[in-house]
């Protein structure tokens, strides 16, 4: 079972892969893959909450340390767990008219 299971988001996957280009004098590309695994992202973003919500989400975020530690996370788009991390400087919480929204990006590391 995944560590991180969010209940109550919106999940956009950002899929691609590590291409490296190397572009000559004269214009010409020549492109390469670093390596054959795709490289996945997720953008989360999670509706109105009230303080006790956003505080679940704010506490798990707090207690990885941001980016510093991995965790598992299944993705909802092929049903397959994931070894995943936060993006730094991602996890934005706002508050406005009484309602917390919070958004984080995470990427796939292993």
Wanted: charged content about 25%; overall charge neutral.
């Amino acid at each position: 079972m995944s560590d991180f299971n969010p209940k109550r988001e919106s999940i956009e996957e950002v899929l691609d892969f590590n291409v490296l280009i190397s572009e000559a004098e004269n214009g010409a590309e020549q492109r390469r893959l670093v390596h054959a695994n795709d490289v996945i992202g997720f953008r989360v973003e999670l509706p109105a909450m009230t303080y006790t919500q956003q505080k679940v989400y704010r506490d798990f975020f707090v207690g990885k340390y941001g980016a510093l530690t991995s965790f598992t996370m299944t993705n909802p788009f092929d049903n397959t767990e994931y070894t995943v991390r936060f993006v730094p400087g991602s996890f934005k919480t706002t508050f406005k008219s009484g309602v917390f929204k919070t958004t984080f990006d995470l990427v796939r590391v292993s």
